[in-house]
């Protein structure tokens, strides 16, 4: 059972495993505390199965498993973690219990998904031959971003697009957007720059207007600037909420700890060279974490009146 916590068999132990290494991550070794609440010694072993591992073990009891090591580790044999122990009334064993999961890296073995799970069981056999079982689960956990906008999109052609409209070369527009982070998982971002595949020519008899102005623009990142390329978001983000000014903009921090968790405000400013459709594709790539892409758009135009 958990420190301070009594347990029954129906109850699961989980350690949580994040992808990246970060301060904020939980322990994938956990504390258990057993403790003899009956009248009589009680003598038993632990047994574990699944990706764990026993690596710790501690008791104040005064009496001895009659299997249990005797004597001190070699100095070149390591002393292997006891597992038996008789154990007196009130007293008590403590039990780290380690969480062995794949590298964050290895996406066969852990894959790019926000949460896999592995499971396992540690037992309890007792001498007079009752046994007890725990379910282990262990959570293999993702950080997982996402991009909101101030505005609900009016865009039916593409969900990740943000269109701009038509803005004068002489000037520049300005679009807000929020980067969320939509899982306990720290998030360690990057801003990339996507090229789209080659131009593949297509029947204008079958093409949609989507496929007909991605065949015109012009891709080119530069004409896009964001204020932010990188950064580290706490997690989970809180959600945006709506004002009356019909925007959609982060809630108001009532103090540090929650500053650490709003979505990250980035402005990107969108100015045209020359009068064309210009459309680039980004990338918030996340380490070891599940990315989110936005393309952009926007037209330049000569006429003064589109400032």
Known sequence: MDKGVRLDESQQIKIKKWS???????????KLVFSNNSKADMTFNFGIDGPFEIVKSKTNTGAKHPLAAQGGASKIVQKKVETMFTLQPLKIVELNVKFIAPKASDREQWPMIMQDSRDGQLQVAFANGDQQNFSLKGLLLRPKL???TEKESKNDKAQDELDFG???VDKSRTITVYLSNITEVSANWTLNYVKFPKKQTVSKYTTTQWEEE???KLDDPEVFEFSDASGL?????????KIPEGLFVPPVAKDEYEKQFLPKKILVNFRPKQNTLYKSKFRFTVENGLSCDVILKGRGSYEENHD
């Open 20 to 30: 990246l290494v970060d301060d904020e991550a939980p322990n994938v070794v956990k």
């Open 146 to 148: 996402v991009l909101l």
């Open 214 to 216: 991605n065949l015109t």
């Open 166 to 168: 038509i803005c004068n």
């Open 233 to 241: 978001l706490r997690g989970k983000s809180t959600p945006l909420r």
